[in-house]
């Protein structure tokens, strides 16, 4: 775990995104605070979010429920003394896309965007895995609508959210699946935060963010 004033500081930049309308933290914000777990994106960013929310945020990513058990649960692990119980380590986390149709959403993957297949279950397929590098999705058939209409378009609900490490890199990716014939929700952009943006939309209308710095 970061030392005290490290957290502070990861309190403070995610208020900072708030305040500046970042859209990906409003995915971090909604996921880790249940009581934004019913908004949208652009309704999470429109919500008033404060410095305690922020720290809250930070203490829940790192396995607490509040700021004070954060703070309590650093000064312990700074005492040689203390005896720090053992916690269960998350490894990692996947989004989930529901599908129409697995065994094209796998192909589309493949062949679009140039991920590989991890496995797929069932025949026909109900549940696959794509991979690309250290970005994995899950896809989920299901029967059903699972939006009402367009609302993911107008509300920009993003079903996943992918980041790469240099401005040559997003700019590279965003030609090859240009080149590929991809369907774009928002072309490649500068956000005025300062990242470098597109998102691109699935076979059945879900929304892929993609994101990387400026320079």
């Not at 990906?24 to 309704?43: C, K, M, Q, S, W």
């Amino acid at each position: 775990m970061s030392n005290l004033e490290n957290l502070k500081k990861q309190a403070k930049q995610y208020l900072r995104w708030h305040r500046e309308r970042h859209y990906p933290v409003a995915a971090v914000i909604r996921t880790t605070l249940p009581r934004f777990g019913h908004l949208a994106d652009r309704e999470v960013l429109d919500a008033p979010f404060s410095l305690a929310d922020a720290q809250e945020l930070v203490a829940r990513q790192n396995g607490f429920r509040h700021w004070t058990a954060l703070k309590t649960g650093v000064q312990a692990m700074s005492n040689p003394t203390a005896t720090i119980p053992e916690r269960p380590f998350l490894s990692g986390t996947e989004a989930v896309l529901y599908v129409s149709n697995v065994t094209a959403s796998l192909a589309f993957f493949t062949d679009k965007l140039s991920f590989a297949v991890d496995f797929s279950y069932g025949e026909p397929p109900f549940y696959g895995v794509v991979e690309r590098d250290k970005a994995r999705l899950c896809l989920r058939l299901v029967s059903e609508p699972v939006f009402v209409g367009d609302i993911r378009q107008r509300a920009e609900l993003l079903s996943a959210s992918i980041t790469l490490d240099s401005a040559a890199d997003i700019k590279q990716l965003f030609l090859d699946y240009q080149a590929a014939g991809v369907a774009f929700h928002q072309t490649l952009k500068t956000q005025p935060w300062g990242a470098r943006t597109f998102i691109l939309l699935d076979p059945d209308g879900n929304l892929i963010l993609f994101a990387g710095p400026s320079d």
